[in-house]
């Protein structure tokens, strides 16, 4: 399923903030059931956990601890959860490092998202994992180009967590997440450029992680799309 995948993804670090900066667009989508996109949530969280409980010392000395999962909060009024004393990210999602460690979206965001693509959650939540991972790796094994090494982690993960069995993918899926990387990168309106690079970074470094497994994303073997 990830085979077919060739199009693009996004998100950014800014002081205690590494987020997707993924703001919403103006496009209407369809109603969603909460019952359905909660459980995607719920899946794709347990997954990518499950990954690194089952994994982490095949890579990393040390035990692995799982941040914390704070999950949706409503951008447009809420004042918590905050990071490093700001207010939530609007129509975004985000880890938060300033010692809290902890992962949280705006659930217009995932809405949107899963609307045009249920798959849309399971990489927003593996790119916030991805730089959860960052923060408890040495210094050294921290790619300078943090979002689009999180992207290959995201991959990697994703990946892992379907050979073990703990995420399953549809027919489609990758042509859906293809979108969601789209609609995430650099090089439109609603975004910043240079936060994240392109669409075709984007991807690479995803699909990087998908082919090479977690070793692929660090710096002695990662390359440069």
Same mark, same amino acid.
């Given at each position: 399923?990830?085979?077919?995948?060739?199009?693009?993804?996004?998100?950014?670090?800014?002081?205690?903030?590494?987020?997707?900066?993924?703001? @919403?667009?103006?496009? @209407?989508?369809?109603?969603?059931?909460?019952?359905?996109?909660?459980?995607?949530?719920?899946?794709?969280?347990?997954?990518?956990?499950?990954?690194?409980?089952?994994?982490?010392?095949?890579?990393?000395?040390?035990?692995?601890?799982?941040?914390?999962?704070?999950?949706?909060?409503?951008?447009? @009024?809420?004042?918590?959860?905050?990071?490093?004393?700001?207010?939530?990210?609007?129509?975004?999602?985000?880890?938060?490092?300033?010692?809290?460690?902890?992962?949280?979206? /705006?659930?217009?965001?995932?809405?949107?998202?899963?609307?045009?693509?249920?798959?849309?959650?399971?990489?927003?939540?593996?790119?916030?994992?991805?730089?959860?991972?960052?923060?408890?790796?040495?210094?050294?094994?921290?790619?300078?180009?943090?979002?689009?090494?999180? /992207?290959?982690?995201?991959?990697?993960?994703?990946?892992?967590?379907?050979?073990?069995?703990?995420?399953?993918?549809?027919?489609?899926?990758?042509?859906?997440?293809?979108?969601?990387?789209?609609?995430?990168?650099?090089?439109?309106?609603?975004?910043?450029?240079?936060?994240?690079?392109?669409?075709?970074?984007?991807?690479?470094?995803?699909?990087?992680?998908?082919?090479?497994?977690?070793?692929?994303?660090?710096?002695?073997?990662?390359?440069?799309?």
């Amino acid at each position: 399923m990830w085979m077919i995948l060739a199009t693009a993804l996004l998100l950014v670090a800014s002081g205690g903030y590494a987020h997707g900066g993924v703001s @919403s667009r103006s496009t @209407s989508f369809p109603a969603t059931s909460d019952d359905t996109i909660e459980q995607d949530i719920d899946a794709a969280v347990s997954g990518v956990d499950a990954y690194w409980k089952n994994h982490w010392q095949e890579f990393f000395t040390g035990a692995y601890s799982s941040p914390t999962v704070y999950g949706g909060y409503d951008g447009a @009024s809420a004042v918590e959860p905050q990071c490093g004393g700001n207010p939530p990210l609007v129509n975004n999602a985000f880890y938060c490092r300033d010692g809290t460690d902890f992962l949280a979206w /705006d659930t217009h965001l995932m809405e949107n998202g899963y609307a045009a693509g249920d798959v849309y959650v399971y990489f927003i939540i593996a790119h916030e994992w991805g730089h959860a991972v960052q923060e408890r790796l040495d210094v050294s094994l921290r790619d300078v180009a943090l979002e689009l090494q999180a /992207d290959c982690i995201a991959g990697a993960e994703l990946n892992g967590a379907a050979q073990d069995g703990t995420i399953s993918f549809e027919e489609g899926d990758a042509e859906e997440l293809g979108q969601a990387i789209k609609s995430t990168a650099d090089g439109f309106p609603w975004n910043k450029a240079t936060d994240h690079g392109d669409v075709d970074q984007r991807i690479s470094y995803f699909n990087t992680g998908r082919q090479g497994g977690i070793t692929a994303c660090l710096p002695q073997s990662f390359f440069s799309p």
